[in-house]
């Protein structure tokens, strides 16, 4: 088994902009296990688009290495390390692999009969 990379992840609250991006995004959520693939896999990062903040049950799904810049970092203290440490330990102890958004995002549109 390969060993699975430590994420120092950002705090909640914090905004950021993806690769390729220029919409700031907030950072709602962090550690998420899917079933949108398959197998099942994770992600680092759940957010919304900001200022708009969360419509309908629109998530945007994303890992660490998307970041492009950070604007903000949101509110961190002593409890958020510990969970930042019980995220990384469960995923290091976790069947589950770090989805690829690149390769993902790419399946999406095929199924949709996009191209790009």
């Given at each position: 088994m390969k060993e699975k990379e430590r994420i120092e992840y950002?705090?909640?609250g914090s905004?950021?902009?993806?690769?390729?991006?220029?919409?700031?995004i907030?950072?709602?959520?962090r550690g998420l296990v899917t079933a949108t693939t398959t197998p099942?896999?994770?992600f680092d990062y759940g957010g919304s688009l900001y200022p708009q903040g969360i419509i309908g049950d629109q998530i945007l799904y994303f890992n660490h290495k998307d970041i492009a810049k950070?604007?903000?970092?949101?509110?961190?203290?002593?409890?958020d390390k510990m969970m930042?440490?019980?995220?990384?330990?469960?995923?290091?102890n976790s069947e589950f692999e770090r989805i690829d958004t690149?390769?993902?995002?790419?399946?999406?549109?095929?199924e949709r009969g996009e191209h790009k």
């Open positions: 950002l705090p909640l905004i950021v902009i993806l690769r390729g991006g220029v919409q700031k907030v950072i709602n959520a099942a896999g994770y950070i604007v903000f970092t949101g509110y961190t203290d002593d409890d930042v440490d019980n995220i990384n330990e469960w995923y290091e690149e390769e993902w995002n790419r399946q999406r549109r095929q």
